[in-house]
């Protein structure tokens, strides 16, 4: 239905329902695209019920845009785990790449690399690696080669080892070269590996093709 009076009349209703009733709605409004219960989302999200604000979460993601990506980092710290926890990353995840420039949402979240609990902090590599590009790679590598915290370097090297891009190789090679803890130098190596191996299946791959 493309009436437009519907959009106003959910985002209304929205306001005040409850239960299964409020889930519901929250989830046509995603599926809608309903920006006008862009304020009755963000009410939801602060629900005592547990389901309502991961919902919301889900559906802000999908309707919000970069200028209210502060307001949903702004949250990370009060969402250590749990179902809420995990629709906040993937709107922050879905936010950012849809922004018309994800690398300057990337830097917004990398800046609280340093601010952030070890938990945040895992879930930020996570999504930066998710987002990829030269802003999210330059952020975990400045935090596997410089951050005097073991853990955000830990999880940097992990998330190094998983990256999606092969620009992460000549980043692999300096921290080999500057990263003196023989324990962070065996996965740098074993990341590179494993990216080399990926360039070798494509290339021969692209080969076989041309052929």
């Known amino acids: ?111 609280e690399l340093p601010k952030s609990d070890a938990s945040v902090q895992a879930r930020i590599l996570d999504t930066l690696k998710i987002i990829g590009g030269p802003t999210s790679l330059q952020a975990v590598a400045n935090a596997a080669a410089q951050s005097d915290d073991e853990s955000l370097r830990d999880g940097a090297f992990r998330v190094m080892g998983q990256w999606q891009s092969t620009d992460v190789a000549p980043v692999l090679l300096k921290l080999l070269q500057d990263v003196n803890d023989q324990r962070l130098k065996v996965r740098a190596i074993r990341a590179y590996i494993r990216i080399a191996r990926t360039l070798s299946r494509w290339s021969f791959t692209s080969w076989s093709n041309f052929n």
Do not use: F, M
């Open 1 to 111: 239905l493309q009436d437009s009076s519907l959009d106003a009349q959910l985002a209304k209703e929205l306001l005040s329902a409850q239960g299964k009733s409020r889930l519901l709605l929250i989830d046509l409004a995603r599926r809608r695209h309903t920006v006008a219960a862009t304020q009755a989302l963000w009410q939801a999200a602060e629900d005592d019920d547990i389901a309502v604000p991961a919902a919301a979460l889900t559906s802000l993601g999908t309707l919000i845009d970069a200028d209210a990506l502060p307001k949903l980092i702004a949250r990370l710290g009060d969402t250590a785990s749990g179902q809420e926890a995990t629709a906040l990353d993937q709107a922050i995840r879905d936010l950012c790449r849809r922004s018309e420039d994800p690398q300057q949402a990337a830097g917004q979240l990398a800046a």
